[in-house]
């Protein structure tokens, strides 16, 4: 099985740490981001395509054609057209099912086996407080009916977090953008046209810590630390 992981934007809230740096080479710990997902991936993923962009060499040249006994494939993002425009350039190279993951976000394996269990399904966090993200709205069965990127959020709402477990028959479907009219094309968005014609469920997480700023780096090597 493969993985797509996204890691071609530059990162631009990241400020200085992200001007000689593509954000997914930033340490956190140990790792840096995009290692802290390749650790996390299980035995039946043996391949992982690494969409690059901003500084993508640097990614090449750390990561190789093999790492951590997993294949590594790149597919260079030249226009950054968004989520779904990056997994679209990979569509020649996917068989099956395969999972998806954001570049700058730290994962676990628990909710990865979680996902492939699952097949179709949307790796979800039901708030704990109030603010702004990607907001999940379900059916009654929990297969999702919309999402809405940028919104507030209520206490107990589901919120997008970006893991994802498709399979190529997304490639049937048009892209959709972001926003009416918009070059950037969405993978949220994309998906939940597939959902109208495919149950994909949603897949509560047990871990996901995201990297949004400069500030959140020592606030999460603190939290990986005290799990280790």
């Not at 068989?95 to 699952?118: A, H, Q, R, T, W």
């Not at 949220?188 to 949603?202: M, N």
């Amino acid at each position: 099985m493969q993985a797509v992981i996204l890691a071609a934007g530059r990162g631009t809230r990241m400020n200085h740490l992200t001007k000689d740096t593509p954000k997914p080479m930033i340490n956190v710990g140990k790792m840096n981001l995009i290692e802290w997902k390749i650790e996390a991936l299980p035995k039946e993923i043996d391949e992982v395509v690494l969409v690059v962009g901003y500084l993508g060499e640097q990614i090449r040249k750390h990561f190789g054609e093999k790492f951590e006994g997993k294949k590594i494939t790149y597919i260079e993002q030249k226009e950054l057209n968004g989520t779904g425009g990056a997994l679209f350039l990979a569509k020649d190279i996917l068989k099956g099912k395969f999972l998806v993951m954001m570049g700058d976000d730290i994962y676990s394996k628990e909710d990865i086996v979680s996902m492939i269990e699952n097949g179709w399904s949307v790796l979800a966090k039901k708030a704990d407080e109030e603010g702004k993200g990607a907001k999940i709205v379900v059916n009654g069965d929990n297969t999702i009916k919309e999402i809405i990127e940028g919104t507030e959020i209520k206490k107990g709402d589901w919120n997008n977090a970006g893991m994802y477990v498709l399979s190529t028959e997304i490639f049937n479907y048009p892209l959709v953008p972001k926003v009416v009219g918009d070059k950037e094309f969405g993978l949220p968005q994309t998906i939940v046209l597939v959902a109208k014609d495919l149950p994909i469920r949603i897949v509560p997480t047990k871990r996901w810590l995201q990297v949004t700023s400069p500030e959140d780096i020592p606030k999460l090597e603190k939290l990986l630390n005290h799990k280790a």
